[in-house]
T-cell receptor
């Protein structure tokens, strides 16, 4: 079956512009996570969705970041007024709410 | 706060055994996971320990000591394809999030 997919794979944007990153989780997975990874660093938790519960937004670094998950499936991470420090790989993962998370290939965001 | 410490880099030769340690200071500990990430690739799940002791999965084993806030990943019969970054991650209750360490880069040479 298909794994987690993300689009676009690469995004170059100018400082101050808004961007939207998309994640298609594995069908049937109830939990969806967003992380970001700066070059040579570990993964930083951003936000977590589980079923119809309110999302855990505790990892979002500022109010410029937001995410939604429609119909319990596809998720979109939006970054408004992008800054250079937002440059990173944004990774989406999904799971059945268990230990094993399945990661997508990521979106490499470059803010110039 | 939450923090996980791992060695930044480990080198070994093919066929050898290597141990990657992870110490953590977190609140709400639920378990310790290990992920492998090749350059340019997505992290892939290797193992999870919720209880103290050793979990074995083929050439890889993972150990946890909750009283010492310590775990390790043991890789046996190393192969060139094992060259990658390895991350330990602490799971919060209900797996609401994973807090990752900064990763250990393993270099396997012939």
């Amino acid at each position: 079956g298909a794994g987690v997919s993300q689009s676009p794979s690469n995004k170059v944007t100018e400082k101050g512009k808004d961007v939207e990153l998309r994640c298609d989780p594995i069908s049937g997975h109830t939990a969806l996570y967003w992380y970001r990874q700066s070059l040579g660093q570990g993964l930083e938790f951003l936000i977590y969705f589980q079923g119809n519960s309110a999302p855990d937004k505790s990892g979002l670094p500022s109010d410029r970041f937001s995410a939604e998950r429609t119909g319990g499936s596809v998720s979109t991470l939006t970054i408004q007024r992008t800054q250079q420090e937002d440059s990173a790989v944004y990774l989406c993962a999904s799971s059945f709410g268990e230990a094993e998370q399945y990661f997508g290939p990521g979106t490499r965001l470059t803010v110039t | 706060g939450q923090s996980l410490e791992q060695p930044s880099e480990v080198t070994a030769v093919e066929g050898a055994i290597v141990q990657i340690n992870c110490t953590y200071q977190t609140s709400g500990f639920y378990g310790l996971s290990w992920y492998q990430q090749h350059d340019g690739g997505a992290p892939t799940f290797l193992s999870y320990n919720a209880l103290d002791g050793l979990e074995e999965t083929g050439r890889f084993s993972s150990f946890l000591s909750r009283s010492d806030s310590y775990g390790y990943l043991l890789l046996q019969e190393l192969q060139m394809k094992d060259s990658a970054s390895y991350f330990c991650a602490v799971a919060s209750p209900g797996f609401q999030k994973l807090v990752f360490g900064t990763g250990t880069r393993l270099l396997v040479s012939p």
